[in-house]
């Protein structure tokens, strides 16, 4: 049964693969005969073990919005687990008993009910008496079983997830640092209580199964670890776990513990359950947790170690943090130089001062943090200017604890955003400077404008040493920000952070002007609003931007390190010239909306974010579809059009030019 659900598994991938590639990419990865192959070998194994796992390419879930989640109480109250941080409390637990050591996953926990072989009925925990329905979210997890071979009731509980590379990925895309999500957990649970399953599709939220409550009928043998089988075999992903005894614990956890650098699920701890079902329940309950469980929470490994030096870490917000720079050591499996204080209350409570003797620690194996400052001799200076723009600082209290601002608006670390837009893909596009990495280099004082970037070869000795850095990340971003220096005015005039101005509006200005940017900065506000597309507000941003001193002085110096490519020659006919369009939905015939927006803007039309009265045409392959941007274009008029109506636009008014 195992072997056949690893191979459902397998064929699911491939066909997904294979149909994501002939639909999205237009390309072909198997012959039509192949695929059917696999597809009907797919059917033939659901037919035969009587499970459809969520996601088979042999079942369509719709999606779908609804006004609000309905609430329900479960039959029997979910209690929390009694905690330990102490090994030899586990020993203790087991006794003489057979235990399953599992981890602690840190999600959302969630109780799935079947009837008849189908998912009825998914609920959140809530406050463990009463919670969330969300059947219509769970149905596009990424990996429950949507039927099963087992016809009676069953009743089971389990933490929805998302990996760290999930959470990682997600993240990478949103471009504002302040909009990222803090942690997996924060993700998860918001992505499993949308309104939309849609948007819980796409986050790839991933259920593991820990506790069997109910299955109609089914013998166990009084054992936990007979349950976790027989779920694995209906299609359930089960919480990874060892059956161990009090004699083997230290060598169960430790097993464990080593595991935590490389594992992709989160978790917090691990839990310890009797796998005498009979023997577990007997022992009765608290009135706040069950006694045939425990959960352990890591004890933090602690070192000692010298504090060197206070780094001021200037943010986009004001907020100056400081940060304990000490001599390196070695917890739990990485070397550790470096934590975060937090303000300047922690750090008075702590007393700390250069050369005292601390101990550090990783909070929940990862975050280093200080435990405790052994010397205490509370030697630090508070610095009265911003070591960024040298502008004086101002201590305020915020929640009661103080903190170091700087409240000079001008000050570069305020620019990260901007100096963030400067490197991205559609600007300069220079690979290796991450928002993150950026505001190290700025809090360092290594960048203070834009052509700063261009001689980071001036610090290398210092960049190699950083953490999350060396030789090989060092060569790359230099080769990088030498391959930026020859560049595009659209690119330059985007990436300058002019506002109102996006890729399209950056083509527009720079089509106006001949691709002479000399041209661009010496246009009046009259004629920028001429431009067929833009307007006054536009224009007003344009040339208020270049009437700022600073902003001359700083292009001036960004100019002498760049090389701006000619005028490209006009081999593609302009039929879309004064054209707005608006995309929505997945597109089949380009590689991805961005390459039809450069299609659109190509041709000498507009590419913008929202329907509005200025639109001419709204593309979505699903010209039928109930969503807003649809809605709003049938209100005001605005043509629907398909890929395929699109391209038989431009050729048609290609073929007029």
């Known amino acids: ?13 491939q066909l997904r693969e294979a149909s994501k590639a002939y639909y999205q990419e237009d390309c072909e990865i198997m012959s039509n005969l192949e695929y059917d192959k696999l597809y009907d070998e797919l059917v033939g194994l659901e037919q035969e073990t009587g499970v459809v796992l ?98 009676g009731e069953l009743i089971l509980r389990g933490e929805a997830v998302i990996t760290y590379s999930e959470f990682e990925k997600i993240n990478s895309e949103i471009e504002d640092v302040e909009a990222r999500y803090k942690n997996p957990r924060n993700l998860c649970s918001g992505s499993v209580r949308q309104l939309n399953n849609e948007i819980t599709a796409n986050r790839h939220v991933r259920f593991y ?92 490994e602690t070192c000692e170690t010298t504090l060197r030096e206070i780094e001021w870490s200037p943010s986009r917000t004001g907020l100056i943090n400081p940060v ?50 052994l010397t205490g001799s509370g030697r630090i200076e508070i610095p009265k200017v911003c070591p960024v723009c040298n502008g004086r600082t101002e201590i305020r209290s915020v929640n009661d604890a103080e903190t170091l601002y700087c ?13 963030t837009l400067f490197v991205s893909r559609n600007a300069l596009n220079i690979e290796g400077l991450s928002e993150a990495t950026l505001e190290k280099f700025i809090a360092r004082g290594y960048i203070h404008t834009y052509a700063d970037i261009f001689h980071l070869e001036n610090h290398r000795d210092e960049i190699v040493q950083m953490e999350g850095f060396g030789e090989k990340s060092y060569a790359n971003l230099i080769e990088s920000i030498e391959a930026a220096r020859r560049t595009t005015l659209p690119r330059l005039v985007y990436g300058l952070g002019i506002p109102n101005i996006g890729t399209a509006n950056a083509g527009l200005l720079s089509r106006f002007c001949g691709y002479d940017l000399e041209k661009l900065r010496r246009s009046t506000s009259e004629e920028i609003a001429s431009i067929e597309g833009l307007g006054e507000v536009i224009a007003a941003s344009v040339t208020d931007y270049f009437a700022d001193e600073e902003n001359q002085a700083t292009l001036d110096r960004l100019l002498a390190e760049l090389e701006l490519e000619k005028a490209p020659e006009e081999t593609v006919p302009q039929a879309l010239a ?11 015939h380009f590689a ?57 636009l431009v050729n048609g008014r290609a073929k007029e030019n």
């Open 324 to 373: 304990a720079i000490f001599d390196p050591v070695e917890l739990e499996g990485t070397t550790v130089s470096r934590a975060s204080v937090h303000n300047l209350s922690i750090m008075k409570t702590l007393k700390l001062g250069i050369g005292d003797r601390i101990t550090v620690y990783k909070a929940n194996m990862i975050i280093p943090q200080i435990a405790e400052n």
């Open 54 to 151: 969520a996601g088979s390419p042999t079942v369509t879930v719709g999606y779908e919005a609804l006004e609000s989640l309905p609430k329900e109480r479960h039959e029997s109250p979910m209690l929390s687990l009694g905690k330990t941080k102490e090994r030899s409390e586990l020993v203790s637990f087991a006794g003489e008993h057979e235990v399953l050591v599992s981890w602690k996953l840190d999600g959302l926990t969630v109780v799935l009910t079947y009837r008849d072989g189908s998912l009825e009925k998914a609920v959140t925990r809530g406050n463990g008496e009463i919670g969330e329905v969300i059947t219509n979210n769970a149905r596009v997890f990424q990996n429950i079983p949507l039927r099963i071979a087992f016809p």
């Open 407 to 419: 409240p000079n608006e001008r000050c570069s670390a305020k620019k990260i955003k901007s100096f």
């Open 578 to 588: 004064g054209k707005t369009f608006v995309i929505t939905g997945s597109v089949s």
């Open 209 to 300: 199964a820990f506790a069997l409550v109910r299955a109609d009928g089914v013998d166990f043998g009084n054992l936990r670890s007979n349950q976790f089988d027989w779920l694995r075999r209906q299609g359930f992903d089960v919480v990874e776990y060892r059956r161990t005894t009090a004699a083997a614990m230290e060598e169960t956890v430790t097993w464990f513990a080593e595991k935590i650098p490389h594992y992709d699920v989160p978790s917090d701890g691990l839990v310890v359950t009797y796998n005498d079902i009979a023997y577990g329940q007997s022992l009765g309950r608290t009135a706040k947790f069950p006694r045939d469980s425990i959960a352990f929470k890591w004890q933090d």
């Open 592 to 648: 991805n909306r961005d390459a039809l927006k450069a299609f659109i803007e190509e041709r000498g039309g507009k590419a913008a974010g929202s329907v509005s009265k200025k639109t001419d045409y709204l593309i979505n392959n699903d010209t039928m579809s109930a969503s807003a941007k649809n809605k709003k274009a049938a209100e005001l008029g605005i043509p629907i059009l398909s890929e395929e109506d699109f391209l038989a």
């Open 1 to 13: 049964m195992n072997q056949q659900m690893e191979r459902m598994r397998e064929l699911s991938e």
